[in-house]
């Protein structure tokens, strides 16, 4: 199964998607997660992605893409894959279905999450004092959310004429949000014909999400 989770910055596409991926036996990418994991290791492609992350700007397509091939082809590979955070923009959509469509991946779904602006800034703001994300300040917060509306949400309509699109009220309790998701997903499932696949042996290394994979584009 592939799965695109669109949502605003705090929505919890992070939260969610770990979940999802337990469930339904497919690989979490995040590709805020890899990017930040090149910033730390210092890389070519952290060292460019740096400056954009920190101002709540966009990363380049090109270098988003270079980071998401590998972990997307493994995926499509196995289980499939829930993809947080990509595609941001029609461009990078158009991309991933270039990527996508050699490899006879399978139907795909596009999980919306929808939070208000309010609960959105707050939720970033209490996360900056506790982990020190350097973007979760509110003046980097503010223009993320703005860059979403702006580049984002229009990725609704586009898979609104092309995919199954699920909208989900993410601001009820995490619980309530897994639950929604859940029941929504297993729906479509059905109405789509998509098998679960078998569950994974938590024993086999292969099945480690691939957004705690080593960055790949370092290599
Ligand atoms: P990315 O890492 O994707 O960040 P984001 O979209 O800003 O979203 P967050 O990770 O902040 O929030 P989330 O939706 O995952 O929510 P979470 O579960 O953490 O991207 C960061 C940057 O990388 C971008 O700005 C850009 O520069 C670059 N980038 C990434 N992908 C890119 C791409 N494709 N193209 C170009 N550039 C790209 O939850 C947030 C908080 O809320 C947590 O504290 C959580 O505990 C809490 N929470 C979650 N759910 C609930 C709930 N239901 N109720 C109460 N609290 C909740
Ligand atoms: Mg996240």
Redesign the pocket.
Same mark, same amino acid.
Request: net charge neutral; with cysteine.
């Given at each position: 199964m592939r799965l695109l989770l669109i949502?605003?910055?705090?929505?919890?596409?992070? $939260?969610?998607a770990t979940f999802i991926a337990e469930r339904y036996g497919v690989d979490h990418i995040?590709? /805020? @997660?890899l990017? *930040?994991r090149h910033v730390a290791s210092g890389s070519a492609i952290g060292r460019a992605?740096a400056a954009?992350?920190d101002r /709540?700007?966009? +990363?380049p @397509?090109a270098l988003?893409m270079d980071i998401l091939r590998k972990p997307v082809e493994a995926a499509s590979r196995r289980g499939g894959y829930i993809l @947080? /955070?990509?595609? =941001? $923009?029609v461009a990078?959509a158009e991309a991933a279905y270039r990527v996508a469509e050699p490899l006879g991946a399978s139907v795909r779904i596009a999980l919306h999450l929808s939070v208000s602006r309010e609960e959105l800034t707050r *939720?970033?703001l209490? *996360?900056g004092t506790q982990t020190g994300r350097t @973007?979760d300040t509110a003046e980097v917060i503010a223009h =993320?959310l703005d +860059?979403f509306a702006a580049s984002t949400a229009p990725l609704l309509d586009y898979y609104a004429a092309r995919e199954t699109v699920i909208s989900v009220d /993410?601001?009820?309790? +995490?619980e309530d +949000?897994t639950r929604a998701i859940a029941d929504e997903l297993d729906r479509a499932r059905r109405r789509l014909g998509i098998a679960l696949p078998p569950q994974r042996d938590a024993d086999d290394p292969r099945s480690a999400p691939a957004s705690d994979a080593a960055p790949s584009a370092a290599r």
């Open positions: 949502g605003p910055p705090g929505s919890g596409k992070g $939260t969610q995040s590709s /805020g @997660d990017l *930040r992605a954009c992350i /709540g700007d966009l +990363v @397509d988003v @947080d /955070g990509f595609p =941001r $923009t990078q *939720r970033l209490h *996360r @973007d =993320r +860059v /993410g601001e009820q309790p +995490v +949000v």
